[in-house]
């Protein structure tokens, strides 16, 4: 290559990889998934290689129905467009359009011991509150086939996602040393702020999708009469100022929310708030709120229409991840000792 050429090559950019699974609950993302994940990934399209999926092959992990299984893997490559993930800057496909992470998924279950998979805390809560298939159980492995394929540097998500990252980063390393390099061993990215957003009625359990109490959880799609009633009726601790403390988790949740929404810092939302209470910084939090759902939503509902245009995204989305994903399942397969065809 000449040196001329050589300058112009585009210098190559780190990758960036993440996905969000498109059910448990019909309400669709919730602001959790939106500040823990989606606005961060919004952030870092303009410097990385990004890549981001619809998980709906996780999904099927809790049988869910099948029109509801199809109607929210639209819903989601909606939302995350709606949220301004661009399909012309980043890749935007579903897992089950990829075939590779089955198989790479198979790869890994070789690889993976019954001992790290019965340690993972997802694992643990789910298999209580459904029988466990198979499928939940190695869930992570295909969580870590998902990140390997796509060789990725760095996978923005939120806290709850960590001891699954540390698994993908372990099997990795353990694939690298027993076989050779392979796959890029992935570094985590969680959000110093917004990295876990809590139920608005149960401090203590993160907000969910999936949770029973509608009023639990303000998710993408509200209207703002929604999320006015959702953000008055959230649970407040004892006392009535407004300061963030470890002994005061939902007034610090709302605090972190306020911030987020506004760009205040906590020390700037106690000050602004120092003589107020509670019925005020609700109201302001709520304003703050609407002000960052409202574009969102608005814009959804019109992706969400075009299904033509959003099902060319998809597809053009899976033809660049099936070509990534490929190369390296390949690679894999080699390195195991499967017999390439052309060989035979
Ligand atoms: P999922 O669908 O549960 O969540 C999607 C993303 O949203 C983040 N998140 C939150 N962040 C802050 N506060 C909350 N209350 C909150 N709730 C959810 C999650 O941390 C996540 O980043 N296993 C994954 C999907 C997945 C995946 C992957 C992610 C499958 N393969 C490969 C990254 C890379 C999951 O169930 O996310």
């Known amino acids: 290559m000449s040196t001329q050429a050589q300058k112009e090559q585009p210098t190559k950019r780190p990758i960036i990889f ?44 809790i049988r869910p129905e099948p029109a509801a299984l199809r109607k929210q893997t639209l819903d989601v490559a909606a939302m995350y467009i709606a949220s301004g993930i661009d399909p012309d800057k980043s890749v935007i496909f579903a897992q089950s359009h990829v075939p590779a992470h089955a198989q790479c998924a198979w790869l890994l279950n070789c690889f993976a011991s019954m001992g790290e ?39 923005p998500v939120g806290a709850d996602q960590k001891q699954h990252l540390e698994l993908s980063r372990n099997l990795a390393e353990r694939f690298n040393h027993y076989y050779s390099d392979t796959f890029t061993v992935p570094e985590v990215f969680i959000p110093k702020v917004g990295a876990r957003v809590m139920s608005l009625q149960d401090p203590t359990k993160k907000m969910s999708k999936s949770d029973e109490n509608p009023k639990a959880t303000i998710f993408l799609t509200d209207s703002a009469d929604e999320i006015r009633n959702k953000i008055k009726r959230a649970v407040t601790d004892s006392g ?31 000050a602004q708030f120092e003589s107020k209470g509670y019925a005020e910084f609700k109201s302001a939090l709520a304003d703050a709120m609407v002000a960052m759902v409202e574009p969102i939503s608005k814009r959804y509902q019109e992706i969400r229409n075009d299904k033509a245009a959003l099902n060319a995204i998809l597809k053009k989305g899976a033809e660049e991840a099936n070509r990534r994903a490929t190369r390296t399942l390949r690679k894999a397969y080699k390195k195991m000792g499967m017999v390439e065809l052309e060989n035979v």
């Open 18 to 61: 993440s996905g969000m699974q498109p059910t448990s609950g019909a309400g669709g993302l919730t602001i959790g998934n939106y500040i823990g994940a989606l606005k961060n990934w919004v952030e870092l399209q303009n410097d990385y290689d990004c890549i981001y999926f619809i998980a709906d092959l996780h999904a099927l992990t």
């Open 240 to 270: 009535t100022d407004i300061r963030a403390a470890e002994d005061r988790p939902a007034v610090t949740n709302l605090i972190e929310l306020y911030g987020i929404a506004t760009g205040y810092t906590q020390a700037e939302t106690e």
């Open 117 to 155: 998979c019965q340690k993972m805390t997802q694992f643990k809560e789910k298999s209580e509150k459904h029988s466990a298939s198979v499928g939940l159980f190695t869930y992570p492995v295909l969580q870590a086939a998902d990140i390997l394929l796509y060789q990725t540097n760095l996978v």
